[in-house]
């Protein structure tokens, strides 16, 4: 996928370290308002007809040992049909419970710190995060340390971010870039410092 994993996991920091894989349009957006995914879906699935393959995405999750995810995100899997995850231990960063019908096991968590304590139990090393909210949430935290962001060329104009919003600036290192058939850029991304994001101030 085009970045090199560290193996002092986490760089610095005990514990885990927190790798994003995500599409989104040229103007940064993962879905639409209404948290539509059919421009993604169709022009990924054009994609791969014109010999994009899974973008690198079966090596990066070969590289995963954990999952955490927003419980939207968490409840558009579930409507995939396939678990994705094998036998990954999956946190859902929310309150509640499954939903009707047969979910795999996950374990759920009402804040990132308490996800954080999950996926230090499990042992994590590798962890996927992903979802909007999760993502800026953990980037809050200092709990990101890499980035891999596949573009395709829309401009949705609105839509759903998983980086707007009040906080700090995130400095990161640009360690990849790679186009894809279909148009499709791939940008992957180091975070220069993740446990010392937060103190830089937002401009």
Partial sequence: MGTERDEDTGRGRSGWAGHVYIGMSVDGYIARPDGDLAWLESRGAAAAEAGA????????LAGIDAVVLGRVTYEQVLGFGDWPYGERPVVVLGSGGPGPGTAPPVQWAPSVPRAVELLDAVGARHVYVDGGATIRSFLDAGRIDDLVLTRVPVL???????FAGAGTDVPLELVDVRSFPGGLVQEAYRVADPHRAGDRPHR
């Fill in 53 to 60: 393959g899974d973008l690198g995405y079966e090596a990066f």
């Fill in 156 to 162: 949705l104009r609105e839509g759903i971010s998983p």
